[in-house]
């Protein structure tokens, strides 16, 4: 027990203090995950609008095979990303495995479905309202997806923080993907792991201390845009 106070002292120290290396691997998180959610945000909010906005053949499909790619284990998409950028696969000679560039690209794999699901969610009950108005102005699909993109702002940005969320605390694909590079593809959920394997408990605890801050400080953002608490929602 007296080993457990020591090692948080020592965590909530090289926190206070801004240790180098703490400062460098959070960063670099920050980077990685913040990239991704640009790209995954891009890419899944559109789709999602579309999906609430479209009627097609396999749409149903369409939509349970995007909830299932929601529970995709991320250790399945580190493989795939790793067999598709090492030297034998096809963009092999991109050279971008052990790369923040290859950990962007599992994280983006691994949080768009999350994105989209919730934005067509979201966008699905903004259709409702708006479908009359929409329909009556002959507006085009992309009129329509840009307008319901536009109003339904607050939930998509949650959405997008939602992802945030997963892909901050990803271990297993950026593991596989990154290779767990000092001071070129290290953050924090492989740092916490390889310092616990060492036994080095302080710095461990001090990853640990602002990746939690950085879940609650997105949870909070979650609340404070959503407005959950004004609105009676809680």
Do not use: C
């Amino acid at each position: 027990m007296g080993e457990l106070w020591e090692g948080l002292a020592a965590g909530f120290w090289l926190v206070v203090t801004l240790d180098p290396d703490l400062v460098a691997i959070t960063l670099r998180s920050l980077q990685v995950t913040l990239s991704a959610v640009v790209i995954a945000s891009a890419l899944a909010l559109p789709f999602g609008a579309f999906l609430a906005i479209s009627r097609f053949r396999h749409r149903r499909a369409t939509i349970a095979l995007l909830n299932a790619l929601m529970g995709l284990p991320p250790v399945v998409v580190g493989l795939i990303v790793y067999l598709l950028l090492s030297r034998a696969g096809p963009f092999g000679v991109m050279g971008l495995l052990f790369t923040p560039t290859a950990m962007i690209i599992a994280q983006v794999m691994i949080i768009t479905p999350l994105i989209a699901s919730i934005a067509h969610q979201s966008i699905r009950d903004i259709w409702s309202e708006y479908h009359d108005l929409l329909i009556s102005l002959s507006t085009s699909k992309w009129q329509r997806i840009r307008t319901l993109l536009w109003d339904g702002r607050r939930a998509l940005i949650t959405a997008s923080l939602a992802g945030f969320g997963r892909g901050i605390g990803e271990v297993g694909a950026i593991m596989i993907v990154g290779g767990n590079i000092d001071n070129a593809t290290r953050v924090l959920t492989t740092a916490i792991a390889l310092e616990t394997g060492k036994g080095d408990f302080a710095l461990a605890l001090g990853l640990g201390f602002v990746l939690i801050g950085l879940a609650i400080a997105v949870n909070l953002a979650i609340h404070a845009i959503g407005r959950t608490e004004s609105e009676g929602k809680w």
